[in-house]
């Protein structure tokens, strides 16, 4: 079993920057695909990012040209580099990691992680 755990999550001012990273259990090099979820208050699960072991990309239309998602194999970590935050972007962040092809936000993840609270203030 993959285990996901996040980090980097907290508080910034909009217009600011926060990065979050997901260290994995396993070599990123052998995960498939890698992706970023996020849960607002109220709100269902939407797909941020994802990345796959080749570094193809994809993002949600509401994050492209903000966000970027990124891994390193070496270390066994995922990243999302997230600029120009905005207060919608407030919810707590979720790793995600798909074993085999495809990916996409579309299709179901086999890992997760537990999460890490992003908050930016209006």
């Known amino acids: 079993q993959v285990q996901l755990v996040e980090s980097g999550g907290g508080t910034v001012q909009a217009g600011g920057s926060l990065r979050l990273s997901c260290a994995a259990s396993e070599y990123t090099s052998s995960i498939y695909c890698m992706a970023w979820f996020r849960q607002a208050p109220g709100k269902g699960r939407e797909g941020v990012a994802y990345?796959?072991?080749?570094?193809?990309?994809g993002y949600a239309d509401s994050v492209k040209g903000r966000f970027t998602i990124a891994r390193d194999n070496a270390k066994n970590t995922l990243y999302l580099q997230m600029n120009s935050l905005k207060p919608e972007d407030t919810a707590m962040y979720y790793c995600?990691?798909?074993?085999?092809?495809?990916?996409?936000?579309?299709?179901?993840?086999?890992?997760w992680g537990k999460g890490t609270l992003v908050t930016i203030p209006s």
């Open positions: 995600a990691a798909r074993e085999h092809s495809p990916c996409s936000l579309a299709y179901n993840m086999d890992y």
């Open positions: 990345i796959t072991e080749l570094g193809s990309t």
